[in-house]
């Protein structure tokens, strides 16, 4: 094996595996969605590229660091085909408006149901709005794992959105709630232009093991699984620094979760 397969492919995995750490972590993954029109969620991809074929042996794409770092994403498709624009309404306040209009392929109450603009009492910065998506992807493992997520840096946009995406760590075997898309607002005299099947956001897996495969699986939702679930989402409803709570959270979780389809 050369110098560079053993970095990019098995740095630290040897050390572990003797530690009695996993060398592949199943994660399931599943969509917890109480309205109707559950069609709109797709199922998560892996990342790929479309390049053509390396012309020399040194080419990028076929360095082995960089298909390792490709191959560990995850891409969440986007739901919907929307436009969204700032104006500022008589009062002089900022009001969230569908830039497209009557020619807009979402109707109020679907817009209602999918986003919501942050109070701006909770915004990082006066000048920059929050705005936050339901996406209620639930990943869940039965071993330490945990997920990552973050704005869709690999793929290129011909048009710059007008914001950043915030992202987020948490641990999924013990705290597997549903995920949520959350942009700030940089810009807010351009629009935010969202298209079905792009990609939405990514995520990727932190184990034990550094050399670890993840084998994501669509998980079943079975009534433990459910239960669980219910005990902790939107406690951020009553309570801070939710991180707090995974002691107790992880002392009443099933021994296993995990049940693929």
């Known amino acids: 094996m050369s110098w560079d397969n053993y970095f990019a492919e098995d740095a630290g995995a040897a050390e572990a595996e003797g530690r009695g750490k996993s060398r592949t972590v199943t994660v399931g993954w599943t969509v917890k969605w109480d309205g109707k029109g559950g069609a709109i969620w797709a199922p998560p991809q892996g990342f790929s590229r479309s390049d053509p074929k390396a012309a020399s042996a040194k080419s990028i794409q076929a360095c082995p660091a960089a298909i390792d770092f490709d191959r560990r994403h995850f891409v969440i498709p986007c739901p919907v085909d929307i436009e969204l624009a700032f104006a500022r309404n008589q009062q002089g306040g900022l009001q969230l408006v569908d830039n497209k209009g009557e020619q807009s392929g979402m109707r109020p109450q679907g817009r209602a149901n999918l986003f919501i603009v942050q109070p701006p009492s909770e915004w990082r910065h006066p000048d920059r709005p929050i705005i936050q998506f339901t996406a209620p992807y639930v990943f869940v493992a039965d071993e330490p794992c945990w997920v990552v997520q973050t704005a869709p840096h690999l793929h290129w946009f011909p048009e710059q959105r007008p914001g950043v995406q915030m992202g987020g760590r948490f641990p999924v075997h013990i ?16 629009p935010l232009k969202l298209t079905r099947g792009g990609p939405w956001f990514y995520v990727h897996f932190e184990t034990e093991n550094p050399g670890a495969r993840v084998r994501l699986v669509e998980q079943e939702m079975t009534e433990e699984l459910e239960t669980y679930l219910d005990s902790i989402t939107d406690v951020s409803n009553y309570v801070n620094r939710t991180y707090g709570l995974f002691a107790d959270a992880q002392r009443a979780r099933p021994a296993k979760l995990v049940k693929p389809k």
Do not use: G, L, N, Q
């Open 175 to 190: 705290w597997p709630r549903p995920m949520a898309w959350a942009f700030e607002w940089y810009d807010v005299t351009k």
